[in-house]
């Protein structure tokens, strides 16, 4: 594919690494084409641009393959850098932004999976940390509009997606995101009246349905 | 002037903590080094990053930045002249990308061998690591392009990436008895290596093999039957367990 132009996607449906890629490619206005990945069949043009851990996202720009979603979204804000800047232009911001953008990286997905995977004390524990991480979150939204201040940014794109998730943690850990962290839920709405959002979130009764695929697979009831 | 105050708090034998003194170094910032006592937070270290309470942090104008490589971004993205990632940004993005796996793949599988529960893992884990290696020289030998560093013919975000676990591969190497960094396997790395930490932004920075060896040996004189009696699953002991280890 090396002299093709043109933005490709590799990516899953409901995966909210690749719906992370998605928002920022909408929010730069960036033509692309959307590649569906069987995950339990992973294809040749997958294993050929992500070699070293098989997974999606992949962005495939003239041919040239960009893996990690948090690194394909700082790619797409250099690359197109005339449009919506998504992180701040002071240093000291910036890395105020990928310190709590990497923090999302390192608990939510993983406090979310334990949540779903897991029965008891595990689920208990999964369950206190999530709380936790969305109340760090919280504090760092204070009374912002968004984590980038007046500006949708970097942080924003990184948590929005898992929005579309919070019902299936609910519903697995039966707590209420609402109660524990209202602003959250307050910016999450704010966010899905952006259209890159709205138009890319799955339903959360959707995410909900494919946790419970999940779960049957890993015989968890 | 508090915007030119700059402090690190940080230990010697921490491979994390030697990145931004790298990055320091390499842009001719002059820093007071704090050094944390060992087993022991300073007051200082908890207010300043209080979502992690780990080293290293660097306090710029009494401003805390805190991960490693968010420092060395930071370090990078504040101070002009040596440029520590490249301006293009498709090769940022290959720079990140490889920071990342060295974080989140390459080290977890080193310091995994030692928590490996079977034979059969243990071998996993060390496949682990030399597959990385592979993967690594041939970064090296695609971005390097004959050059003696990943960034080219300066030190770059990779070199500073890898390069900071050097003295621990070293040690691990020294009580263990295996040899990671081997000339048959991976020429190109062991090339660098030895640049790398001959480099003048890099030698005041990385700690003695023979020191980090008799520190291994210090905690695990220390804290052997201590750590026997815990879960493996804490993660402040799991560092201490890989030492202990070897």
Redesign the interface.
């Known amino acids: 594919m090396a002299g093709e132009k043109g933005v490709v996607l590799l990516d899953f449906w409901v995966s909210p690494f690749g719906q992370r890629v998605r928002i920022a490619l909408q929010e730069k206005c960036v033509e692309y084409e959307y590649k569906e990945q069987d995950l339990a069949n992973k294809s040749e043009l997958l294993l050929k641009y992500n070699p070293?851990?098989k997974k999606i996202p992949v962005l495939v720009?003239d041919g040239?393959p960009?893996?990690?979603s948090l690194?394909?979204v700082?790619?797409i804000d250099?690359?197109w850098s005339h449009k919506s800047p998504l992180l701040p232009s002071d240093?000291?911001c910036?890395?105020?932004a990928?310190?709590w953008a990497?923090?999302i990286d390192k608990k939510i997905y993983d406090c979310g999976t334990r949540l779903w995977k897991l029965k008891g004390e595990g689920k208990e524990e999964a369950k206190k940390e999530m709380i936790e991480a969305l109340k760090?979150l919280e504090g760092e939204l204070g009374e912002k509009k968004y984590f980038g201040g007046e500006s949708f940014g970097f942080v924003d794109v990184a948590l929005v997606p898992f929005v579309s998730w919070f019902y299936a943690y609910e519903t697995c850990g039966n707590f209420s995101v609402e109660k524990e962290c209202p602003k959250i839920v307050a910016w999450g709405k704010r966010c899905m009246e952006r259209e890159s959002v709205s138009k890319t979130l799955e339903d959360p009764k959707k995410v909900y349905e494919f946790v419970l695929v999940l779960k049957k697979r890993f015989g968890v009831e | 002037m508090a915007s030119d105050d700059v402090k690190l708090i940080g230990a010697w034998a921490s491979p994390y903590v030697m990145r931004p003194r790298i990055a320091l170094n390499l842009k001719g910032v002059e820093y007071e080094f704090l050094e944390e006592k060992f087993g022991s937070k300073s007051e200082l270290l908890l207010k300043s990053n209080p979502v992690y309470k780990k080293i290293p942090v660097l306090l710029h104008g009494g401003k805390p930045i805190c991960e490693s490589l968010i420092i060395v971004q930071y370090i990078d993205e504040a101070w002009s002249g040596h440029s520590i990632l490249p301006s293009d940004p498709y090769h940022r993005a290959v720079a990140r990308f490889w920071g990342h796996y060295i974080d989140d793949k390459w080290f977890p599988a080193l310091t995994g061998i030692s928590r490996a529960p079977t034979d059969e893992a243990k071998k996993e884990a060390i496949e682990q690591v030399f597959a990385g290696l592979k993967f690594l020289e041939e970064v090296l030998e695609k971005s390097g392009a004959g050059k003696p560093f990943f960034g080219g013919d300066t030190i770059g975000y990779i070199d500073i990436a890898l390069g900071s676990h050097l003295g621990w591969l070293r040690a691990t190497e020294k009580l263990s008895g295996l040899t990671y960094l081997d000339e048959s396997k991976t020429p190109l790395l062991v090339c660098w290596a030895e640049k790398f930490s001959a480099h003048e932004a890099v030698k005041c920075a990385m700690p003695e093999t023979d020191k980090l060896v008799e520190f291994a040996q210090m905690l695990k004189a220390k804290f052997s039957a201590y750590i026997d009696a815990l879960s493996p699953s804490i993660t402040l002991f799991s560092s201490l367990n890989y030492i202990c280890s070897l």
């Open positions: 070293v851990h720009h040239k960009v893996c990690e690194v394909i700082q790619y250099e690359f240093p000291y910036r890395a105020n990928r310190f990497d923090f760090l």
